[in-house]
């Protein structure tokens, strides 16, 4: 995710699905046809993972819908 302070400043972060949602989402098309996601994409496994990154999300018809709401310190 880019935010866009002014037009010199932009911040750059990465956001997360917890890792139930994710395993849940691996487990269907086009995932499945590319094994190995799941075992790779763990959020214990990635260095700058923070807990305050996972997005609220919600299973929605056949998608999920997500939000976050970013603090920015300036």
């Not at 046809?33 to 923070?50: L, R, T, V």
Request: net charge negative; hydrophobic share 35%; aromatic share 12%.
């Amino acid at each position: 995710m880019k935010v866009h302070i002014d037009k010199k400043t932009v911040l750059t972060t990465q956001l997360y699905f917890d890792d139930e949602t994710k395993k849940a989402v691996y487990a269907t098309a086009p995932y499945t046809d590319h094994p190995g996601w799941e075992e790779n994409s763990q959020n214990s496994d990635d260095f700058i993972f923070d807990e305050s990154g996972i997005f609220a999300i919600a299973r929605q018809g056949e998608g999920y819908l997500a939000a976050i709401n970013p603090g920015i310190d300036i």
